[in-house]
């Protein structure tokens, strides 16, 4: 099993639509969770920190289940500029910062 | 304050070639991490360095190699050069401790191709 799974998309999605996706993870002991957004030839940049069973930010919710090790991004009234890859990560531990392979998404007008 | 810098932006190299990639972390940061992104893939770690030495290593083969200087920068070498490994090389840098130690920033990338 993959350390980190997420479904790659595309989502795609009207303006103002919610929507979610799901990642989950193998490695029980993961205690921190991070989501990264990452435009179309861009850098990643960091979208939200889970430390607990959740955490919200305007728009973006993300909510941790951790007896079925996965983590949700949840993104309410979605905006065009929400489009992009978004990418999971859970920090199981020691230095090495896995990323899942990310889910694409795209918001229509 | 500037973030995290990377260069070159872009390169071409050709099968077999070696190539160095530079990063310069953000001001206040002393890990560095690097990354290969192929195209429609999320990143994939490859080392991490702190205090000048390899703390985490990746699944990646020996061709792959690094080095951190005194003033945290680092560089990337990449021997013996395959058509696999064009992509975005991409440099991060994180925070000495704390929770900030695992929250990572990311500069633009190189993007390698190798013809």
């Known amino acids: 099993r993959k350390e980190v799974e997420q479904d790659p998309g595309p989502f795609n999605v009207p303006e103002g639509a919610t929507v979610a996706f799901n990642c989950t993870y193998s490695?029980?002991?993961?205690?921190?969770f991070f989501w990264y957004r990452q435009d179309c030839r861009k850098e990643p940049k960091l979208l939200m920190s889970?430390?607990?069973s959740g955490n919200e930010d305007g728009r973006f919710t993300a909510q941790l289940n951790r007896a079925s090790q996965y983590i949700s991004l949840l993104i309410r009234d979605s905006k065009l500029s929400d489009s992009a890859t978004y990418l999971c990560v859970p920090l199981g531990g020691a230095s090495k910062i896995i990323f899942g392979s990310g889910t694409r998404l795209s918001i229509r007008p | 304050d500037a973030g995290v810098t990377q260069s070159p932006t872009h390169l071409i190299k050709t099968r077999g070639q070696q190539v160095t990639l530079r990063c310069s972390p953000k001001?206040?940061?002393?890990?560095v991490s690097w990354y290969q992104q192929a195209l429609g893939q999320g990143p994939q770690f490859i080392f991490q360095y702190y205090e000048e030495e390899e703390r985490q290593r990746g699944n990646f083969p020996d061709r792959f190699s690094g080095h951190q200087f005194p003033n945290y920068s680092s560089e990337l070498n990449v021997n013996a050069l395959l058509l696999g490994d064009s992509a975005l090389y991409l440099c991060a840098s994180s925070e000495p401790g704390g929770s900030g130690a695992n929250v990572l920033t990311f500069g633009a990338g190189s993007r390698l191709t190798v013809l």
């Open positions: 001001s206040g940061h002393d890990t």
């Open positions: 889970v430390y607990s």
């Open positions: 490695n029980s002991a993961s205690q921190s």
